[in-house]
T-cell receptor, first 117, second 114 residues
């Protein structure tokens, strides 16, 4: 069992729909991450939140909108997605992202498999 | 910029034999190295990390990794492979010059046959 919980596990949506992915952790971690992963490829970083503030946006298209309502929750709002956005979306968390915590691992959820029709 | 390379897309091993999954790194400063495993339809699971001073690092599920500074390698090893070890393995380095981002290798698919 993973300590990072992602819902839903699967999502099928049309290109005009609006949906949200949810991620939750209760490990007291203060850094949270969204990744996109294509089959058999490494995860690609999308966003990083640190202490509930967006600290890294890897030039992600605006049709993806992250939100961190509190230290345990991370959302990814989706709107007007394209077929190429079909992928596994992974959430991760770590204790912190500063230099003092550089050897702390990230803990991943099992992801949401997103299919865009 | 920091980087890691996994030179093998796929590794095939017979059950009971030792396995090695290779990773080489290029870093400036101290290396913050990790191994993750991804089973089908699952997220990435942390296996082990390099701790400064320990050239042999032990991790989960009987895995260990050997850090070699002169060869800039951090190979993942297991003395006796299990069929259940079949999965996708990623080596990663934390790049503190890029806000602590994890930089992943391309992944190695391990197949263990009975």
């Amino acid at each position: 069992d993973t300590e990072v919980t992602q819902t839903p596990k699967h999502l099928v949506m049309g290109m005009t729909n609006k949906k949200s992915l949810k991620c939750e952790q209760h490990m007291g971690h203060r850094a949270m991450y969204w990744y996109k992963q294509k089959a058999k490829k490494p995860p690609e970083l999308m966003f990083v939140y640190s202490y509930e503030k967006l600290s890294i946006n890897e030039s992600v298209p605006s049709r993806f909108s992250p939100e961190c309502p509190n230290s345990s929750l991370l959302n990814l709002h989706l709107h007007a997605l394209q077929p190429e956005d079909s992928a596994l979306y992974l959430c991760a968390s770590s204790l912190d992202r500063g230099q003092l915590y550089s050897n702390q691992p990230q803990h991943f959820g099992d992801g949401t498999r997103l299919s865009i029709l | 910029a920091q980087s890691v390379a996994q030179p093998e897309d796929q590794v095939n091993v017979a059950e009971g034999n030792p396995l090695t999954v290779k990773c080489t790194y290029s870093v400036s400063g101290n290396p913050y190295l990790f191994w993750y495993v991804q089973y089908p339809n699952r997220g990435l699971q942390f296996l082990l990390k390099y701790i400064t001073g320990d050239n042999l690092v032990k991790g989960s599920y009987g895995f260990e990794a050997e850090f070699n500074k002169s060869q800039t390698s951090f190979h993942l090893k297991k003395p006796s492979a299990l069929v259940s070890d079949s999965a996708l393995y990623f080596c990663a380095v934390r790049d503190m010059d890029q806000g602590g981002k994890l930089i992943f290798g391309q992944g190695t698919e391990l197949s263990v046959k009975p």
